[in-house]
């Protein structure tokens, strides 16, 4: 039998409070010194942090299969329990592509023995992400990996009859297909924003167009078939308007942001860096202030961290054959509190929902993003808002070094990471993972 | 100065300083003996990711004319193509202590990189990288475009800027290094800048640009400007619908000889420009390249000039006179 008392702190901001967790489950919360606590209860003193429901992302690329010199399951999912999540959602790019049964499941076994966070293999909608035909989508579904979301990411599904196919066949089973949305004809070739800064650097342009002509054709598309879609990592303001309209007219449609384009700017690309070479790209000040409304207005849904992890070969190169993606799990919650909560744009309440609550509720998870009250799954982390997170890539559990917030200090700290019951960080600093 | 990725980091000052320079470099290379002795014992590295011949003999010149030590190092496709990389030839160069690299590269940034890197201590100077800038093309342009105003009106060109002068850009602006480089060069020397192209090769967002942007060749030439530079337009644009058809863009865009008879039957003070290569017949006819108004050749000549003040400014580390007469 294992019993925490999380004293004094603050779940989603609200009043302190003292949570009770016994065998991996929120047993009781109540006002601080107000629990009955069992003599043998570890207490973990939380004053002046805030507790969060265990971070749940839809969005990270855990290289494994194929990539492991760049992440693993093992290193990503380190990362994510220090970024404070409790579950990740792992992309199909891998090597060979997450298109079949065996490799979902592969995936999600080697989530398990890891042990840090839930691991939920994302499924491709297309064979090998080639655009051509369906992948073995139901044969996923009803694997134990149980896949719910299916996305081509880092690929666009750009034929408009497949990804209509696609999101007519995930009704069965109450899926939802997840699009990386860019035009690849307008985008060939395509380098960096295409914009004042685009045209002063001579690096060939990636209209904002490409990414909200794609939202605009699938809203229409899943209201035509009664089907889900959510969008990854908008990143212009037009793709927020587009999704407006759409939940306006009643379709059901979710959207995403990163926190690298709620923060950077394509002026950065002025380095000529490549560590701020991503895909979507970074945009300019004005995308990244409508992204900011929209997600405190809701038409954001959640934020997801498109955690890209690279090796340094494939980012210590010339910007034009340097690849996209930067990491993203370990700083996530501060970029949030920087860009959001220190803005006064939203409450620790509405963070419990971008990053917890809802993107469960999006994916049907029981046992993630409840709320924090008895006989909830004892899945949450403790958030120090007054802390300050130096960030230093090499200190990072992830094996990529491409973070973009390099030799900046985030506000914010994770102080502690409760996955099931059981402290994965604490201290700040990895613990052990769950024993199963 | 301690490397020279752009022209938009120049300074009027410096911009002038370079061209100072560059004008009694020039006195040198009008000399029997071509040679000075300021970089003696110095290492001067061509390293090209791309094939450029005539940049390349240009600063492979006027490095020998300075007395330095050159090694040409032909990387073509090597980084790119995921053999060695930029880092590593970098550092093999800095293990063979050169003193300066002149880089051209297919990747807009490229120098930047190897500049602001650390792997490398030398100069680097931009011989070229994607579409981003081309500095020596542009110092050469400006070379040229003071000594046009030099021979008009009677007054010696050093300490002159382009104050007042109307220089009109032709082509396709939007690939070109060459225009940007210009546009920012030119105007910061005080000329007025107008580009000239078919809307489908002027990038989207060109605002903060200190120029004019103009569709209209006629228009633009009926003001008499007193140049027009004329970009070298790539055959394989047309494939990517940027227009319609070489005898289009010709008829639109060209420096045609009815143009240029135009230009004469009004007296314009217009002098013709082109980088080079040329493609006659589609940016320029020969009847434009083979005019008294040319300055292609002129062009060329200036290069060797401004490339030996940069490699001289930056490697001598200090504002001093070359002071070709002591030789």
Redesign the interface.
Known sequence: MSCYLIGNARPEGGDPADLLVTDGTVTAVGAPGSLQVPEDAEVIDASGLIALPGLVDMHTHLREPGREDAETVQTGTRAAARGGFTAVFAMANSNPVADTAGVVEQVWQLGRDAGWTDVHPVGAVTVGLEGTRLSEIRAMAESRAAVRMFSDDGKCVHDPVLMRRALEYVKAFDGIIAQHAQEPRLTEGA?MN???V????????W?AVAEEAIIARDVLLAQHVGSRLHICHLSTEGSVEIVRWAKSRGVYVTAEVTPHHLMLTDELVR???PVYKVNPPLRTDADVQALRRAVAEGTIDVVGTDHAPHTA?DK??????AAHGMTGLETALSVVQLSLVDTGLIGWDRVAQIMSHRPAGILGLTDQGQPLRPGSVANLVLWDPAGATPVDPATHASKGRNSPYRGMTLPGSVRATFYRGHPVVRDGELATPLGR | MKHLLST?ELSHADAVQILDTADQMAAVSSRAVKKLPALRGRTVVNLFFEDSTRTRISFETAAKRLSADVINFSAKGS??S?GE???DTAQTLMAMSADAVVIR??????P??LA?SGWIDAAVVNAG?????HPTQALLDAMTLRRVRSRATGVASTGMDLEGMHVVIVGDVL?S?VA?SNVWLLTTLGARVTLVAPPTLV???????PCEVSYDLDAVLSEAPDAVMMLRLQRERMNAAFFPSEAEYTRGWGLTAQRVQRLEAVGAPTVFMHPGPMNRGLEISSEAADSPRSTVLEQVANGVSVRMAVLFLLLSGDESSPNPSEN
Do not use: M
């Open positions: 380098q295409e914009g004042a685009s045209a002063d650097l001579g690096l060939t342009g209209p380095t000529f860096d070969e210590e190169c010339e910007w034009s054959c | 938009s980084s790119v995921k990389s930029l880092k590269h297919p990747s807009s940034g490229a930047q990189q602001d990288d994607g579409k981003h800038a690939h290094r940007r990038p989207v967002a060109t605002d903060n640009w």
